[in-house]
């Protein structure tokens, strides 16, 4: 099945995105919807840009229209207008939020519907889910299921430990938000930026803390299965203090639009990057505990040309494998949950392989 597929939201993820569906031979066309006219297309045959008002719902339908599945790489908070329209058009709809409220928006709207609803196809929420699912269903009885991953600038100067590297209204929101984890068997929420531990992977130590999220479904499909099951951010030590006291102890977690434009003005960008994904899952039987682990760094590249930070492609990477197993029949109509891809499924496809299961050195 060839299609033409629509990308709401030409920032830095939505042009990723585009980029690796230049290989993909389900995909004969790519239209970049924004609100701005998209420049830099440069090497991108298969992909046009459309200046639209992706916050009009008549300019939505136009757009949505004429393609066969729909990828929201917009802001979180326009996902649940673009979902509607896709729902009314009766279009498959993918997305990359890890907004909590966003996602249960989409499944309630998914409800009996012959289309495919899948959001949080990112990283984490996204392939994190896929891998920690794997890896639970490789093992007979879980005792616990972590979860662990983190964007990272290489190297860093500022006090914070961090550049951004993604959306700065996403980062800041999934620092605000409760989470959900699985304790003692029993689901129950998780405080933002609480439950700090220290790890180190391959040396370097890092701290991991509570966001929302990342966990997605897996707290409903595991209740019963696993005792404990989280999932937590990671950065450098240091980080979590500093961003608690601009969030709570000046209550900008109260005035998210004013943190977020600081931050887009003060803190630099970077596309020298690192993905870190640590995924660890422990099980009880009659020899005793046995460990099994799941522990990757993806870092920038180049593909077609384009350089990509660590972040957009292993996002670009998480979406394109969802879109690729669609166009294969792979997936349910309604509402998907991400642990309901088999790690085979996931790489068995173009990107899920390239970027997780090996080492990826550009194209």
Known sequence: MSMQIGILGAGKIGISIATLFEIAEFVDAVVLGDARIVGQLDGLRKTRSQQLDIESAEALKRFIGGCDAVISAAPYYLNKLIASVCASQGRSYFDLTEDVETAAFVRELA???SSTFMPQCGL?????NIIGSGLAHSLKTIRSLEMRVGALPLSASNQMKYYLSW??????????QFGEALYQGRRIPTIPLDGVERLTIDGVEYEAFNTSGGVATMCETFQGQIADLNYKTL??????????????????SQKRDVLTQIFDQEVPLTLSDVVVIYVNSVRNDDSGLIQRSFVKKIYSCKVFGRALSAIQLSTAAGVAAALELFARGELPTGFVKQESVSLGQFFSTQWGARVYQQAFQGL
């Open 111 to 113: 409800g009996g519907k």
């Open 235 to 252: 950065r450098y030590p240091g980080h979590r203090d500093l961003m608690k006291f601009l969030l709570y102890d000046l209550n900008l």
């Open 167 to 176: 959306s700065t209204a996403g980062l800041i929101n999934e620092y605000c």
């Open 124 to 128: 984490a929420p996204g392939a994190v």
